[in-house]
């Protein structure tokens, strides 16, 4: 008999799972990943895993409020369960039509023996090894009144038992579950110490209440709790602990185990949306999250923020980004959060390092706009980390910056993968609001909901909506097809509500440019190098100044070049102002050339360095004339570049061969790559599944033609001697035959494996795996033993 946990597997449990069929198995491989992780040797491996207390509570943990109910009624209930009563007990706590109610209960009982939650025959379905630990206490009851008394002391059980008024030799337990004894005691209390019941009927059974094992009598009764406890109607089970016995509770609820209880989903309530609306929304906001991305990416290239000590973005810093891009900050969050996630930002130099694009950034940025969305929304996605908890406080009143290993939550991807379920599952002009939400995600899972998860549900419906999986609250076709896991339906979906990038401006002569619309990116790479943004909207008006003219002449752009390229993509003429402002700059760009002394001043011009030592404001910059065309200061050289801007001059400035130096603000990238933040994929590949339940089958074969006389609660393994093992291999290889074998893999768990061998050379078997129906080789020093497979393995 196979073992859980040191306690006994039923063998009718395991020879159950053995009359399923592939399919059937192949259903519960898919539904319970976790029992596969190893592949289990045999079928009686695979019921051991199956029952072990976190196997079956997370099986649990995937159910529904009403097939969990139908669970804790079969647990609930005395066996052998036949359906017609299962079916009579849950109608009375089932609210909803006849027939949707038996499809509901049908289709529920097929779903939990999918999941080898329930087994048996279908007429009297029973409740799998494990389930009833794991389900206790089921349906918010409290223990039996047996357990909530066995600490009591036998004298004061006599005393409860005198003041109801027993018999001789009868026992408080016992009574309580005598008909008519809990409804006569009920009536005898007060109406304070009944409304105290009432409000432990329905779970939680447990109280706390100072001094609970004091004595109590009837007669000296002086609360409504003293009152129960004297009567047996509540159980002291701690100092401070008082419980509602089960029989009590029961005659409560009127015999019910539920209320209140929904055969189906609760209906999603919100506003109705165009879905034209809708999705032409979600497509904009789509493509505003690719350009602050790229914006993001584009202005830590120039000035990148430093790395916390402790790891993590600065909050002065994501208060900068989030004012630069014109975000909120729990929207820079998100952006950096997802930047972060897709690999396009990266640490580099480790700690006290700066936060820089990486490579991967530079290929991101060249793709189309639907592909570039694709990749950022699917790393938000499927990440662990909940940007909506930066700037929040932890247990230890510490504070989440942005980038921190604190932000990361296991159920984080999990949430967003169910709230996007919920939104797929309403209508498509229907944009749920996050009340109903959260009330379908309670029904859905039960045994997970609380308050940290509701807020993980309002994170996700705030951030589908900034990156655009949603519109107006709807979950767009697009964002559907993400969630579905197919990235390529997705991109077809929303390129074609995209905006078309355009390779023109619109020239002004007040120095500003129109964009009409979004432009190329190398188009607008260049212009915010050489204009400052001044508005945005359906139009990005953008300024040409002195400074950001000195900002694309510092870059090595010439004059004639920058009139150039505006004239090339200029769907007006380039204006005289533009033109001459232009102009202007470049004849005094460089005249004044700064290097390093602590630094110097050099011109070819005299009377301009006789303007600047002339200059009062000059005075902090420490400045030395030492030839008509040279001066030299004792402040650093951009200090000095610095200062002479400041007081209306053109600088630049110059290494020590005297040669222009260039600021490339693309130039900073980050080396190696990217440390991606972590994501979690559910599920395992159909080919896989298929795989492990071959390699079970063909295991359980070998076991039942040889069975061990123990067996491991992972399920037996051969062991034999290494001689032994390598002159079985060798006759195996000679003869053409079959053989069993044990096998550790790369993390040391044992497997099986039915091989046919070819041959044996460098200290590897070559061999075909019928388990994995492929050819492999196999360390022979990882080989724990060999048997033969005889004709009789092949059935059973």
């Known amino acids: 008999m196979a073992t859980r946990g040191g306690m006994p597997v039923s063998a009718d449990f395991a020879d159950w799972l053995r009359g399923r069929d592939d399919e059937e198995l192949r259903a519960l491989v898919t539904a319970r990943p976790e029992l596969v992780t ?11 895993r199956a029952t072990t207390p976190s196997a079956v509570g997370r099986a649990i943990d995937r159910l529904d409020r009403f097939a969990l109910a139908v669970l804790e009624t079969l647990v609930l209930l005395p066996p052998p369960v036949h359906q017609r009563e299962l079916r009579t007990l849950m109608r009375r706590a089932a609210g909803g039509a006849r027939g949707a109610f038996e499809e509901a209960l049908n289709g529920t009982l097929r779903r939990l023996r999918e999941l080898a939650l329930v087994y048996g025959p279908e007429t009297a379905p029973a409740p799998a090894p494990g389930v009833r630990e794991a389900l206790d206490p089921p349906a918010g009851l ?17 005393e409860i038992a005198h003041d109801v008024g027993a018999g001789p030799g009868e026992r408080v337990p016992d009574l309580l579950g005598v008909p008519g004894v809990v409804e006569r005691l009920v009536e005898e209390v007060s109406p304070q110490a009944r409304a105290a019941l009432d409000e432990l009927a329905w779970g939680p059974a447990t109280g706390r209440l100072a001094n609970a094992r004091r004595p109590a009598r009837t007669a ?23 419980t509602l016995p089960r029989e009590v509770a029961l005659y409560l609820r009127g ?72 975000l909120p900050e729990w929207s820079a969050a998100l952006v950096v959060e997802v930047a972060f996630a897709a690999g396009l930002i990266v640490a580099a130099g480790g700690v006290d390092g700066e936060w820089l694009p990486s490579a991967l950034y530079d290929a991101w940025r060249i793709k189309p706009g639907e592909e570039r969305w694709a990749a950022l929304a699917g790393s938000w996605l499927t990440m662990d980390r909940v940007p909506g908890l930066a700037g929040e406080r932890d247990d230890r ?111 002004q002569a007040d120095l500003t440019a129109v964009a009409p619309g979004p432009l190329t990116g190398d188009l607008r790479r260049w212009l915010a190098l050489a204009a400052d943004v001044e508005s945005t909207g359906g139009a990005t008006v953008y300024r040409f100044g002195e400074g950001s003219v000195r900002r694309a002449l510092d870059a090595g752009h010439g004059a004639e070049e920058l009139l150039a390229v505006l004239a090339r993509h200029s769907a007006t003429p380039v204006p005289q102002p533009l033109t001459y402002l232009i102009s202007d700059v470049a004849r005094r760009h460089g005249r004044i050339r700064v290097g390093s ?78 440390a991606r933040a972590a994501t979690v ?27 061990p006389a123990v067996e491991s609660p992972e399920g037996e393994v051969p062991r034999s001697p290494a001689t032994a093992t390598i002159n079985t291999l060798q006759q195996a290889i000679r003869q053409g035959g079959r053989v069993w074998i044990g096998y550790l893999d790369n993390q040391g768990h044992a497997t099986s494996r039915i091989l046919e061998p070819a041959r044996m050379e460098g200290g590897y078997l070559t061999a075909y795996d019928e388990t994995r129906a492929a050819v492999h080789r196999f360390a022979l020093h990882r080989i724990t033993g060999v048997s033969d497979v005889t004709d009789s393995s092949d059935t059973g």
């Not at 409290?142 to 006599?158: K, S």
């Not at 000296?220 to 008082?242: F, H, K, M, N």
């Not at 904009?284 to 923020?305: H, M, N, Y």
């Not at 004339?625 to 209306?648: E, F, N, Y």
């Open 38 to 48: 190893p592949v289990p040797a045999h079928i009686a491996g695979l019921a051991s």
């Open 142 to 158: 409290g223990p039996p009144a047996v357990v909530v008394f066995r600490d009591y002391a036998p004298e004061r059980l006599g």
């Open 220 to 242: 000296t009764a002086q609360s409504p709790i003293e009152e129960l406890l004297a009567r047996g109607l509540l159980g002291a089970t701690g100092d401070e602990t008082v």
């Open 255 to 326: 015999g019910r185990f539920h209320r209140d209880l929904l055969p189906g989903a609760p209906a999603l309530r919100g506003p109705e949306r165009t879905a034209g609306l809708a999705e032409r929304t979600a497509a904009g906001q789509a493509f505003a999250f690719i350009r602050v991305v790229e914006d993001l990416c584009e202005r830590w290239s120039v000035e990148p923020p430093g790395v916390l000590r402790t790891g993590g973005l600065a909050v002065r810093d994501l208060k900068r980004a989030a004012l630069s891009l014109d």
């Open 397 to 507: 009143d510490r504070l989440m910056n942005a980038l921190t290993p604190e932000l990361r939550r296991g159920a984080a991807h999990e949430v967003r993968a169910a709230t996007l379920a919920v939104l797929a599952s309403s209508a498509h002009d229907v944009a749920p609001d996050a009340a109903s939400v959260r009330e379908r995600l309670a029904w859905e899972q039960p045994r997970r909901r609380g308050p940290y998860r509701d807020r993980l549900i309002d994170f996700t419906l705030r951030e589908a909506e900034q990156l655009g999986v949603t519109g107006l609250g709807v979950l767009s076709a697009h964002g559907r097809a993400l969630a579905d896991g197919d990235s390529g339906a997705a991109t077809k979906l929303l390129a074609p509500l995209l905006p078309q990038p355009v390779d023109h401006v619109l020239l």
């Open 597 to 674: 002394a602590g630094a110097y001043i050099r011109c070819d011009d005299p009377s301009v360095l006789d303007q600047v030592m002339a200059d009062r404001r000059a005075l902090p910059l420490r400045l030395r004339r030492l030839a008509p065309t040279v001066i030299a200061s004792r402040s650093a050289r951009a200090a000095l570049v610095d200062g002479l801007r400041a007081m209306g001059y053109a600088p630049v400035a110059e290494s020590l061969d005297g040669d222009v130096i260039v600021s490339r603000p693309d130039a900073r990238r980050a080396e190696g790559q990217p």
């Open 681 to 707: 994929v559910n599920g395992l590949d159909r080919d896989v599944v298929a795989a492990a339940v071959r390699a079970i089958r063909a295991g359980d074969a070998a076991h039942q033609a040889r069975r």
